[in-house]
């Protein structure tokens, strides 16, 4: 008999597949199956990279690898707006705007 979980990995790994050529259509095409993790819902805002580790069962510095992605991608994790052009991993935010929550936090400090 096999067990449940072994059972519902199959649709889930159908769903993130499904989630991810969804983003790519729509412009994301720089974002990994890794980035999914962090694009959850509740967002990550206003917790810290060591409770966003626990939460997401990632070491921290796997999880700051990828919010560093995120951030050269000028992508926030809680954010909702489609890109106007295909991100790239040259892409960089407009200057005088920060790339996301985390970088403002870091630079006023």
């Known amino acids: ?3 449940i979980g072994s059972l ?3 649709p889930y790994e159908a769903v993130r597949a ?3 050529s969804g983003l790519h259509e ?4 720089d974002l ?7 694009l959850l ?3 990550p805002e206003n917790q810290r990279p060591s409770e966003l580790a626990t939460q997401t069962r990632m070491s921290k510095q796997a999880l700051n690898y990828l919010l560093g992605q995120l951030e050269q991608l ?3 994790p809680g954010e909702t707006t489609q ?3 295909a991100p790239s991993a040259s892409t960089s935010p407009p200057e005088g705007k920060p790339r996301s929550k985390r970088s403002a936090k870091s630079s006023t400090r």
């Open 41 to 43: 819902w509740p967002g």
């Open 74 to 76: 000028a992508i926030s």
């Open 32 to 38: 990994v199956a890794a980035h999914l993790n962090l």
């Open 18 to 20: 499904r989630m991810l």
């Open 8 to 10: 519902l990995r199959i």
């Open 83 to 85: 890109p106007t052009s």
């Open 26 to 29: 729509r412009g994301y095409t």
């Open 1 to 3: 008999m096999k067990l």
